[in-house]
């Protein structure tokens, strides 16, 4: 399986893209099974949190808010909308708004 090492600027954790699945260098078997478990369901997510952020136009959603009404883990959200930003498809809105644990969430909308 042949890796390739990301850009330092997108993760200073030193994540691995191999062939099937995304990890960290130093990744216990099980991120590495996880990984490789979930990635034929990648691109269904990433279109549902595409065609979510559609749907909700300019008032758009933050992460929180695409996990719950997809029922998509947080992070796995988070992962699909980072690779719909450095498609050129999906942008931080300015806007912020309070998530279920009183914090600050980057509102995202499409370009």
Do not use: C
């Not at 200073?12 to 893209?17: D, R, Y």
């Not at 369901?41 to 009404?69: F, H, I, K, N, P």
Request: hydrophobic residues 30%; without cysteine.
């Amino acid at each position: 399986m042949k890796t390739r090492r990301s850009p330092a600027s997108e993760d200073q954790a030193e994540l691995f893209q191999p062939d099937i699945g995304r990890f960290h260098r130093n990744a216990p078997d099980t991120e590495r099974k996880a990984a490789i478990a979930v990635y034929p369901r990648t691109g269904t997510q990433r279109r549902r949190v595409y065609d979510y952020l559609e749907q909700r136009g300019s008032r758009g959603a933050t992460d929180w808010e695409l996990a719950e009404s997809l029922h998509i883990s947080r992070t796995g959200v988070g992962a699909r909308r980072n690779e719909l930003m450095k498609e050129g498809l999906v942008k931080d809105s300015g806007l912020r708004r309070i998530g279920p644990y009183g914090l600050k969430g980057i509102v995202w909308v499409l370009r």
